[in-house]
């Protein structure tokens, strides 16, 4: 490369960043407008009342300087085309979007135009605003390909089936997005955002009985908004499942999966204040930048997919094997772990027990166990999904579905998001909100946070990790209440502490596969003796814990007595572990540890009900 071309290569890089953050600005400007009403501040265009400089209006200054931000954002787009038709005519995929988005100008200053002479008409400042996205895509597909290093970008496009198959997602993700912001821009153009004053809900309902047109409208953006939140959680697993080692890719998934959330806690908090003008805006904001996150990583992949992304070997090819409805539910139910899903309704069960100090309504039950159930299930095909190429090479995990190639992993991410959202559903309609917020906490929590990152990076990953398996009991303790105390947070400490020695006794077992997968549990990092070890005083820790409540006097003699009996049996063989290790020993313990749990929680809530 010439030094020539190194410094053209550098102002353009310059030019397009200046753009895009113009652009950006301008896009909020715009929501400043909309949120302060001054979209008729200069009732005529393009002079504002008749003279380049407005009155001493507060309207007519925040349209003006709306217009004055659009006007300098033309120069710089106008520029940045000059220098890619100058510089870039052998590289269409640079000069194509660069003339594009001069013409993406005009039309929006026609759009801006006729905007001001229907008044604000809705559906002119929907076609503005969506106009505007298309703006800013343009100019971050260049911003994004003009840092790429040029060696990257020799061959754009995909070709491999697997890479094909996720752009396509992608693509397909940004035809979902780009229907949520059409969605949200007819709730702001109609004025429609205050149908519903509660969030998630509307007026106490998923879908009230007397919803009119407005109320439609607002709620239809609301379950888009979830639809979409599913779709954004698959490319953010698929992209850390299947490029990580691609960190470009890695980041701007993760960072457009974070501001989604970020988006729906400010949507929630827009609803409930009654739409501020500052939250408002940074709603917007938010899907700008959310929206400007899918086109950069979908940027980045189609540019740099031929140069920096192996080839996949065709180990996930599926087998041609046919399977009956039947069949093909058997693997399905396998998948959702049904030996760890009884386990997690027995905790929520019984802290539902606890929670109503007696029998909780029939319906409330069955809803609770039925949400818990699909949130369970939903996690642990999450996990089979992430987790399948070291399921593989465990021999323990060796037979499972998505490691022979019985189910592709299309299918096992969908199902898991599938479970996952009804989940929440459920929650959210048949038992409440609290419960909702915290079933989902618990799915990002185990899926996210332990299964991409815990499980992989840290010895104690089993510590940290374990609030996710904590969760289920406090889902059914505000099932009940509504809210959480200092009661629910002892259920959870109770899990929090049990999952340690639990796990290692199993990790003790299959520490060979353990090795061979690279995943530290502790057995393989420090060894079979200072396992044991730890085993034994989490084991003490969890057994105190147990009996506090008899301290408290929370519960009668008959609790203290039969949970003392469990503890000291499990502390009894954490003790024989760590004396003389042996793996039938282990399994014991590993065994136990599993009805130790379950009759812990079922004890406590016979003797909350009775006593």
């Not at 992608?170 to 004025?191: D, E, N, Y």
């Not at 996952?420 to 909100?433: D, Q």
């Amino acid at each position: 490369m010439t030094q020539r071309s190194r410094l053209t290569g550098k102002r353009f890089r310059g030019l397009t960043v200046v753009t895009s953050i113009w652009i950006l600005f301008l896009i909020f400007v715009g929501a400043v407008v909309r949120v302060t009403d001054s979209g008729m501040g200069c009732p005529d265009w393009p002079l504002c009342y008749n003279q380049i400089i407005p009155p001493a209006q507060l309207a007519a200054w925040i349209e003006f300087t709306h217009r004055v931000v659009a006007g300098i954002a033309a120069l710089l787009t106008i520029a940045v085309a000059a220098v890619a038709w100058r510089n870039y005519r052998d590289q269409r995929f640079i000069y194509g979007p660069a003339l594009g988005a001069v013409g993406i100008v005009f039309f929006q200053a026609f759009l801006g135009a006729i905007t001001v002479w229907f008044n604000n008409h809705p559906l002119t400042v929907i076609a503005h605003l969506l106009a505007a996205m298309t703006y800013l895509a343009l100019t971050l597909f260049l911003t994004t390909a003009a840092y790429l290093p040029a060696e990257t970008m020799a061959r754009p496009g995909v070709s491999n089936r697997r890479h094909r198959s996720f752009f396509r997602f992608l693509l397909f993700t940004g035809a979902a997005l780009f229907f949520l912001l059409l969605s949200g821009a007819i709730v702001t153009g109609t004025g429609t955002g205050l149908a519903c004053l509660d969030w998630p809900l509307c007026q106490g309902e998923i879908f009230p009985a007397n919803a009119h047109l407005g109320t439609i409208l607002h709620l239809s953006h609301r379950f888009i908004v979830v639809v979409v939140g599913a779709i954004i959680a698959a490319v953010v697993l698929q992209t850390r499942r299947h490029y990580a080692e691609h960190n470009l890719l890695v980041k701007w998934s993760t960072a457009m999966g974070l501001l989604f959330l970020v988006q729906i806690g400010v949507g929630g908090v827009n609803v409930l204040m009654r739409f501020p003008r500052l939250i408002n805006a940074t709603h917007l904001a938010l899907a700008a930048a959310i929206w400007g996150s899918l086109i950069i990583l979908t940027t980045i992949f189609y540019l740099t997919a031929r140069s920096l992304l192996s080839e996949p070997e065709e180990d996930e090819v599926i087998s041609s094997q046919s399977f009956s409805p039947r069949q093909k539910a058997g693997i399905y139910f396998k998948l959702t772990k049904p030996w760890i899903m009884i386990l997690l309704l027995i905790t929520t069960l019984t802290a539902m027990f606890i929670a109503a100090e007696g029998v909780p309504p029939t319906p409330l039950i069955l809803y609770t166990l039925l949400g818990g159930a699909l949130s369970a299930g939903g996690a642990s095909v999450l996990n089979s999904y992430v987790d399948s190429d070291i399921d593989r090479v465990m021999s323990r995990t060796s037979r499972r579905a998505t490691a022979t190639g019985l189910i592709t992993p299309q299918e096992t991410l969908f199902l898991g998001l599938g479970l996952s959202t009804m989940s929440v559903l459920v929650f959210a309609m048949f038992v409440n909100t609290l419960s909702a917020v915290l079933s989902t906490l618990g799915i990002l929590y185990y899926v996210f946070f332990y299964t991409l990152y815990l499980k992989r990076t840290t010895i104690h990953n089993i510590i940290i990790g374990g609030a996710a398996g904590a969760i289920p009991p406090l889902v059914g303790w505000t099932a009940v209440t509504g809210s959480l105390d200092l009661g629910a947070f002892y259920l959870f400490a109770i899990i929090f502490f049990w999952t340690p020695p639990h796990t290692w006794a199993l990790a003790l077992l299959v520490k060979k596969d353990y090795a061979q997968a690279r995943v530290p549990m502790l057995p393989v990092v420090v060894g079979e003796k200072e396992t044991t070890y730890q085993i034994l005083l989490y084991s003490i820790l969890l057994v105190t814990l147990t009996l506090l409540p008899f301290t408290f006097q929370m519960v009668s003699p008959l609790y203290l007595l039969a949970v003392l009996g469990l503890g000291l049996y499990f502390i009894y063989l954490a003790w024989k572990l760590w004396r003389n290790f042996s793996k039938p020993v282990s399994k014991r313990l590993y065994k136990f540890s599993q009805a130790y749990l379950a009759l812990v929680f079922v004890i406590m809530a016979i003797d909350r009900s009775l006593f």
